[in-house]
């Protein structure tokens, strides 16, 4: 259970530091945002708690091919924002990234990429 809870505090503290510095600075926040933090915590876990190294490999595999898909919600948030508000935009942006995950899931399938449990 402590390990647990570490595992919580230091999580928590990556997505805090991550807001507070945006709040200081757009680019500095965008900046730490784009670093792959929660995904090098999570690597960290796995290999601590001594899952076999490709259950590590295929985490990393996974994130890659999960990120792509939602880099349009990131040029669309924006543009949308000063246009329907937050919580519009917070939803648009989950709708828009859900569609884009399918087509880019259907879209890789071909090649031997199965994105969809």
Sequence with gaps: MPWLITKYLLTALVV????EAAKRSDKL????AALPLVTFLALV??????????KIANHAWYTFWYVVPTLPMFLAFPWLLPRIGFWPTLAASA????????????????????LLP
């Design 16 to 19: 805090v530091g991550v807001s």
């Design 29 to 32: 926040g965008g900046f730490i």
């Design 45 to 54: 876990w796995l290999y601590v708690e001594k899952q076999p190294e490709t």
């Design 95 to 114: 709708v828009i990234t859900v569609v884009c995950f399918g087509v880019f899931a259907w879209a890789v399938k071909p090649f031997g990429i199965d």
